[in-house]
């Protein structure tokens, strides 16, 4: 009961922030399995408010005795189960959006758009919490290295949700945020399997939502596509030619 009860916090609270204020919408009618409104792009600031509050909540109780009551807290109904199947579900709202992509739902960005910001916002995140990891060397709760804070399979898990959401927040809301529920149980799960802390976990996914939003807002190398081949406006012009010395045909191509 307090796996579910903290995953369903965790998505609750992602949630709550990945709502989409309505006053900010031009709609006639939402279905939520499709929707033809235009979502209007919210302030940076906005966006930052919940992975930001994951990233203090995550460094004001990151100290013993407080984390190890918390992790016994929550490990104790499980009796030291454990399981790999985090490992695997952090990539569920990648498989999810490339399915959607599959069957042809309509995107905010074209699918090469949405690999590159993808991979742009797995690296920075990733590029972050190993930085973070290696320098602060804080214990996992197992005891088994020093590089628990953060979470690198949670926030891998939260970057993925929030590209899926990004994508199709304004098209298909229901694919959109069922992300947050795969990476909510990720990082309910690193805890469980006495990996990381809660600590770890809520700042892994305060960094990767974060980082997600960053490269979303500005959007870079938006026009770069190698794979585009430069099109080239050809026109042929054929027209028959008459004068005193010859008839014949008059040919011109403007490249």
């Known amino acids: ?16 922030y990945a709502q989409v204020d309505n006053s900010e919408r031009n709609y006639s ?3 939520w399995f499709t929707s033809n409104y235009k979502g209007t792009k919210k302030p940076l600031w906005k966006q930052s408010i919940i992975p930001l509050t ?25 009796n030291n189960y454990t399981t790999s199947i985090d490992d695997y ?4 709202p990648i498989g999810l959006m490339y399915t959607a992509d599959i069957f042809k739902l309509k995107a905010k960005h074209s699918v090469w758009n949405q690999t590159k910001f993808l991979f742009l916002s797995e690296l920075t995140t990733s590029g ?3 930085i973070l990891k290696y ?22 898990a939260f970057v993925a949700a929030q590209v899926l959401r990004n994508e199709f927040k304004d098209t298909h809301p229901l694919i959109a945020y069922s992300g947050y529920l795969f990476a909510a149980s990720t990082g309910t799960l690193r805890i469980v399997n006495n990996r990381h ?9 305060g960094i990767g939502m974060l980082m997600t939003n960053l490269i979303y807002h500005y959007e870079p190398f938006k026009n770069w596509n190698p794979f585009k081949t430069k099109q080239t406006d050809l026109s042929l012009q054929i027209y028959p030619t008459f004068n005193d010395q010859y008839t014949g045909i008059n040919i011109k191509l403007h490249l």
Do not use: C
Request: net charge positive; no cysteine.
């Open 29 to 31: 009618k939402i279905n």
């Open 197 to 205: 802390w809660l600590p770890d976990v809520l700042m892994g996914a």
């Open 135 to 156: 320098s602060l060397k804080i214990e996992r709760p197992d005891q088994s290295s020093n590089n628990s804070f953060p979470s690198g399979h949670t926030g891998q």
């Open 128 to 130: 972050i919490i190993q």
């Open 89 to 92: 579900l952090q990539y569920a």
């Open 54 to 78: 994951f990233g203090i909540t995550a460094i004001s109780i990151n100290y013993l005795p407080l984390k190890q009551d918390i992790q016994n807290s929550i490990r104790a109904p499980f």
């Open 1 to 16: 009961m307090k796996f579910i009860f903290l995953t369903l916090s965790l998505l609750h609270f992602t949630l709550q």
